[in-house]
Structures are given as structure tokens and as C-alpha cells.
């Protein structure tokens, strides 16, 4: 039978329905659909807590102003889909990385490095900007020590963390690692991955974001390619199991081919996000 999880996960991991487990999210003033599923991960899971990594804007050069533009906006879209699908609970890196506690754990990481970790840690970090070093994966590091310290068993995640997430098996972290399927960004003759909370992970296609007009939703449905749609297709049903509304089984979906496979994703999606987020704030999104 299948799981509301499977949905969403890349593979099926022992223990994950009631450990307590979180998913780091950068805030953004464009918020894209496939937050919706990050989202969802609250009603999948019985202790997940979304992780609003707004200090790492810090890091990446952001000022005051635009960090609290993009934490206020995807604020408003998550108090949204709140009101929609129910709460997923969550807190904010700016609560605990200034405290004594994280700093203490922040330098015991750094002492627990050495120089081959340390070539490991820059290469995660875009070439462009290397010459920056090792600050992001070195917090990104201590979140991760500092939380598993404080109960949270689970680190959930895109599959491109998987580099991150290597590193720190290495080093012995007590934290267990899970992974999303695939997102896909749209309108590409072949698939190709992006980030889902990040705006700015697009490869050479197109991203629905949660301030898209209808229109320009069903456009952008409409274009493929084909892992998209059931990627989109399977968001759509979660949604619709979670609402209570008509949703297809994974087997059901990996049946579906061609023009049928995106007309039951352009369906499930409008009948389970766009229209009853619509309903709730329709000045506001979509």
C-alpha cells in the first residue's frame, strides 16, 4: 500500500515517521509551488520542523533589509499553505547561531577538520564563489551538530546535499540522512533537477512560483517534459490525499503517458494547490 511519504521520498527510511526530523529552507522573496511539498512533509511526518536557514542570507552577503523582505515573505506564503493543509512547525536559524551554545559547537567543528575535509568542504561550494571559503558549509555543518545535540534524528533534503551530507557522516555526526525525490524545473527536452525552495535553481527551464497567475501555471504545466508532469502529478495528488480531494496512486501515475498524464496533472494540481490557495488569499497568490 502506499504511503503518504512515498509521495514525496526518494526511498523509504526506517524510523523517519516518528523521529523527530527537519528540512532547511532559504528564505526567498519568490516562493515556488514546490514548497507546497516541503510543506507537506508536516502532515507526512509526526515530529517534522521546517528550518528557516534566514542567517545563512547573512552569509551570503545579503543585508538587513532584503534578509527580512525574503524571511517576511516566505513567512506569509508558509502562514498560507498553513491555513490550507494545516500548520507545519518550524524555527529560525536566527534564534540559536548567535548563541554560546551553537558558537561552541561551531568551533568544535572547526577543530575536527582536517585538510582533506576542508578541500571536500570548498568543493561543495559554487565555483563562484570559492573564493568566499569554507564559511556556509561550516555552519551548515554546526546546524546540523548543534541540532542533532538537541534531539532531531532525521536531516531531510534535496538529493544535492548528499555532498554536505557525506562530509558529516565522516565525521561521525549523530544525524541520519533523507532524501526527496526529484524536483524538476519545466520546459526542457530533457529532465533536469533543481533545488525547491530556491528560486534561483532553474537550469534552462522555467519554475512555478506561488505568485503565478493561473494562466501562467497551466503554461507552464503544459510544457513538460515528461518527469516533470509526474512530478508535478504526484505533488498534486499528496495534496489531494492531505485535503481530502481526488488524488492518483503512484502506481496509477507511472502508468500515465503523453496527453492523459498531463491532463491529470493540470487537474490534480488546480483542483488540490492553485484553487484552494487561490480561495484563501486570491489577491495574494496565483
Not at 547573512?58 to 506569509?76: F, H, P, Q, V
Not at 493543509?85 to 548567535?98: A, K
Not at 494562466?215 to 490525499?241: H, M, Q, W
Amino acid at each position: 500500500m502506499t504511503s503518504k511519504s512515498d509521495y514525496l521520498m526518494s526511498e523509504q527510511y526506517d524510523g523517519i515517521e516518528k523521529e523527530k526530523s527537519f528540512l532547511g529552507i532559504i528564505p526567498s522573496s519568490e516562493v515556488p509551488i514546490d514548497v507546497v511539498g516541503i510543506h507537506l512533509l508536516g502532515n507526512v511526518f509526526d515530529d517534522f520542523q521546517l528550518l528557516i536557514a534566514d542567517e545563512f542570507l547573512k552569509i551570503n552577503g545579503y543585508n538587513e533589509y532584503d534578509m527580512s523582505d525574503a524571511r517576511t515573505e516566505l513567512e506569509l506564503h508558509l502562514h498560507l499553505l498553513d491555513m490550507v493543509y494545516g500548520p507545519c512547525p518550524r524555527f529560525f536559524c536566527s534564534r540559536f547561531m548567535d548563541s554560546d551554545e551553537y558558537l561552541e559547537v561551531f568551533g568544535e567543528v572547526v577543530v575536527s577538520l582536517d585538510k582533506k575535509t576542508k578541500e571536500m568542504l570548498l568543493e561543495t561550494v559554487p565555483e563562484k564563489h570559492r573564493e568566499k571559503g569554507i564559511k556556509y558549509p561550516l555552519n551548515e555543518l554546526a546546524c546540523v551538530k548543534y541540532l542533532s545535540e538537541r534531539g532531531f534524528g532525521f536531516k531531510i533534503g534535496p538529493g544535492k546535499e548528499r555532498a554536505y551530507d557525506r562530509i558529516m557522516e565522516g565525521l561521525g555526526f549523530d544525524m541520519k540522512f533523507a532524501y526527496l525525490r526529484p524536483c524538476y524545473t519545466l520546459g526542457t527536452k530533457e529532465p533536469e533537477t533543481v533545488i525547491p525552495y530556491s528560486p534561483h535553481s532553474r537550469g534552462s527551464g522555467q519554475r512555478i512560483f506561488l505568485s503565478d497567475s493561473k494562466n501562467t501555471v497551466k503554461s507552464k504545466l503544459l510544457i513538460g517534459p515528461e518527469e516533470a508532469d509526474r512530478y508535478f502529478c504526484r505533488l498534486g495528488s499528496l495534496a489531494g490525499i492531505i485535503l481530502g480531494n481526488s488524488y492518483l496512486d503512484l502506481e496509477e501515475i507511472e502508468s500515465l503517458y503523453g496527453k492523459r498524464l498531463k491532463r491529470k496533472t493540470v487537474k490534480l494540481v488546480f483542483e488540490n494547490i492553485v484553487e484552494p490557495v487561490q480561495l484563501k488569499y486570491p489577491d495574494l497568490i496565483i
